[in-house]
């Protein structure tokens, strides 16, 4: 028995990391337990019921007015305790996040192999997201394997200097989650859209949440979304807005009276792909809605001065727009008036992934701990 313990702690993680798990409990060689630090609470219990996961041990560290201190403290202690006694062969965490560093850390602290999914996301700018890009830096210093989701990604760890034998090209594991929601979504579209959607409307769905976003950034989103309603008599805005009150405060104040913006408190995930569905294109500084939105055959304005995700932009599934609120409304006006423009980002393949990422991650363990056994093709990018 190959025993591999997961580790996560927020709703994007879980969800990426989710389709791994299922694949790992599917083979018989691996021994799966799964670890949260609960850095995010309602949201992350969404998804485990979703995936119909169930937690080995809970942390449960999430505190009101909690600070990257207390997250990193609260985990890495955590998670110490955890490791101590149960003692995996191997450690999977996903992403950038305070727990993926903790967990990480703690790893290593017990001498614990690392395996990193979603390796080698790089904006070059150490405050640019903050914490996230110094978090995937020093994950990938303690980490053992590096599943890479793009072709990029690797040639960030090479020019890093890690070793190409420890770098697997996977594709992203989120496409994995999204095909099988896909196929398996029951959900409905909340309330106040069904009353208030109007059919032949054009909608933009939007969510946007980053720290970076925070304040005026946020208030020149709302303007450029305001003028967009203005000009358009056929387009509606739905933001699924965020808990935190930073985006909250801004949000209602500067949307919350507009007949065509629809407002909705955060939705979960099976009701995200529904809106996403229902959406002519989506404005997000999400990187997991640049990754998803693809598959869906919607084009994506990322409202970010930088992406560690540029492989979108290559292909001409998404553009990036900043936060300037002229840039904005330029760049949604420029989808909204050219049909042609439209189509070509509609219908570009997704670069990010081919639904087979979790199996590839299945398969690298289960060869790295018996190299008699091959392990699937990387993903052609």
Known sequence: MIKVTAVFGTRPEAIKMAPVI??????????????????????????????????????????????????????????????????????????????????????????????????????????????????????????????????????????????????????????????????????????????????????????THRRENLGEPMRRICGALKKLTEKYGDVEVVFSVHRNPLVREVVFDELQNLSRVILLEPVDYPVMIKLMEESFFIMTDSGGLQEEAPSLGRPVIILRDNTERPEGIRAGTAVLAGTCENNVFSEASGLLDDGERYTKMAKAANPYGDGLASERIASIIRSVNDVSLPYLEEFPG
């Not at 305070?98 to 850390?105: E, G, R, S, Y």
């Not at 080698?120 to 640019?128: A, S």
């Not at 420890?166 to 989650?177: H, Q």
């Open 22 to 207: 299922l694949a790992l409990k599917k083979d018989p060689v691996f021994e799966t337990s799964v670890v949260l630090t609960g850095q995010h609470r309602e949201m992350l219990d969404q998804v485990m019921s979703l995936f119909n996961l169930k937690a080995s041990f809970d942390l449960n560290i999430m505190k009101d007015k909690q600070t990257l201190s207390d997250i990193t403290v609260g985990a890495l202690s955590g998670l110490e305790n955890i490791f101590k006694v149960s003692r995996p062969d191997i450690v999977l965490v996903q992403g950038d996040t305070t727990t993926a560093f903790a967990a990480a850390l703690a790893s290593f602290y017990q001498k614990i192999p690392v395996g990193h999914i979603e390796a080698g996301l790089r904006t070059d700018d150490i405050y640019n997201p903050y914490p996230e890009e110094m978090n995937r830096r020093m994950i990938t210093a303690l980490a053992s394997l590096h599943f890479a989701p793009t072709r990029e990604a690797k040639q960030n760890l090479l020019k890093g200097g890690v070793d190409q034998k420890n770098i697997f090209l996977t594709g992203n594991t989120v496409v994995d989650a999204l095909l099988y929601m896909t196929k398996n979504n029951g959900a409905d579209l909340p309330d106040e859209y069904r009353k208030r959607h109007k059919v032949g409307n054009r909608v933009i769905f939007v969510e």
